[in-house]
Structure formats: structure tokens, C-alpha cells
């Protein structure tokens, strides 16, 4: 059974900071990883997609590398703003759509104005 | 807005009633998923349509829970005799299989108090 978990679970930084965000999982049968950003409340914003033939993925500031041997995963953000604040989540497929999303528990980011 | 609608945003019941969530998926999407988040938790799966076709649902919770997709278009999730351990927030998400392969969209979720 996939298990995912997220480290710190929380977190707090001046703006401007770069800063990385951490996911480790036990099955190396990974098919997908998935981060996505929840803002309280809310529901899940998809941020970055890592296909099983993938190693990393860069959107804007946020880059996430997977590296399926070591079964860890990385959202590194570049010159943080008090509008990232939010809880990220990782999430692993093991089923190539065909399943659920494993989810770990979150990261809670604070980024102080 | 990720183009995952769901409704209602909230829902108040007593312990003992049921009730009935919907979700409509991205139009061309032909997966759709449901989660149940609790407080402090990351989301938990509990069953997945291929177009009509329920092809996961060993994680429902419970008997009572049900979910339907009656024409591979929307897709209601029912909770019977509800207790207050089901209050949560329900999550819906779709995706297309084949593009961007499994990627999951979000729904906003339905906030369930049962008091």
C-alpha cells in the first residue's frame, strides 16, 4: 500500500525566500506525482504534474523534481510571496489514472510579508 | 475555477438523515473521482468512474456510502443514516485518460456538518 508522507508540516519564511518542500513515498511503482496548493477552506489547484517518464516539472517560480529510486519528490518555490501562503500537497498514482491519488498529510506554508 | 463544479457548497444534517452530493466533471473528461478530506488530513480516495462505469469502490467507507454516474456525465455520492464522524469535506475531481495522462482536477468540495 502507498504510503506518503510530507516534510515540515508546517512552515514559516520571510518573503523572498527560496524554499523546498519535501514528499517521500514507499512505493517505487509510482506512476504520477501530483502537487497541488489548497487554501483554507478550498478545494485542491493542481500546481505541477510529473509523468512516470518525467524527472521534473517547472511552472513560473515553482519547480518539483521526482526521483522514483529514492522514492522522494521536491517543490522547490523561488522568491516566495505572502500569496503563497497555502497548504501543498503531494500526491502519488500508482495506477496511471486508473486509481486514487494517495495524498500525504500537507505542508502548511507561511510566507511573512 | 478548474471547471469542476459541485453542489452544495455546504450541507447541514442531523445525525440519522441522508444526503446526496453532485459533481459535474469537465466536460470531456471521462474519469471521475471522489475524496473525503477531514480536518488537518490530506484527501482520502474512496471510489473512481470510468465513464459509467464504477471500476473502484472497495474504499467506500461504509454500506452507507454509494456513488452513482448514471450517464458518464455527472455523479452524485449518497451517505445514509448519516453520523457525525461523516462530517467533511467531500472532494470530486475528473480527468481525461490519455492527455496529460491521470492528471486530477478539483472540484471546490461539499462541507458536510452533521450535527
Known amino acids: 500500500k502507498q504510503e506518503v508522507t510530507q516534510i515540515p508540516a508546517a512552515l514559516s519564511v520571510p518573503e523572498g525566500e527560496n524554499l523546498v518542500l519535501n514528499c517521500s513515498f514507499t512505493d517505487s511503482a509510482i506512476y504520477n506525482l501530483q502537487w497541488f496548493r489548497q487554501d483554507p477552506g478550498k478545494g485542491l489547484t493542481s500546481l505541477l504534474l510529473i509523468q512516470s517518464s518525467q524527472r521534473e516539472q517547472t511552472s513560473g517560480r515553482l519547480n518539483a523534481s521526482l526521483d522514483k529510486s529514492s522514492g522522494r519528490s521536491t517543490l522547490y518555490i523561488a522568491a516566495s510571496q505572502p500569496g503563497d501562503s497555502a497548504t501543498y500537497l503531494c500526491a502519488g498514482d500508482s495506477g496511471g489514472g486508473a486509481d486514487g491519488l494517495t495524498f500525504g498529510k500537507g505542508t502548511h506554508l507561511i510566507i511573512q510579508p | 475555477d478548474t471547471g469542476v463544479s459541485q453542489d452544495p457548497r455546504h450541507k447541514i444534517t442531523k445525525r440519522g438523515q441522508n444526503v446526496t452530493f453532485r459533481c459535474d466533471p469537465i466536460s470531456e473528461h471521462n474519469r471521475l473521482y471522489w475524496y473525503r478530506q477531514t480536518l488537518g488530513q490530506g484527501p482520502e480516495f474512496l471510489t473512481y468512474?470510468?465513464?459509467?462505469?464504477?471500476?473502484?469502490k472497495s474504499r467506500l467507507l461504509s454500506d452507507r456510502f454509494s456513488a452513482e454516474r448514471p450517464k458518464g456525465s455527472f455523479s452524485t455520492l449518497e451517505i445514509q443514516r448519516t453520523e457525525q464522524g461523516d462530517s467533511a469535506m467531500y472532494l470530486c475531481?475528473?480527468?481525461?485518460?490519455?492527455?496529460?495522462?491521470?492528471?486530477?482536477?478539483f472540484g471546490p468540495g461539499t462541507r458536510l456538518t452533521v450535527t
Open positions: 475531481a475528473s480527468s481525461l485518460r490519455g492527455s496529460r495522462q491521470g492528471e486530477q482536477y
Open positions: 468512474f470510468q465513464n459509467e462505469a464504477q471500476l473502484e
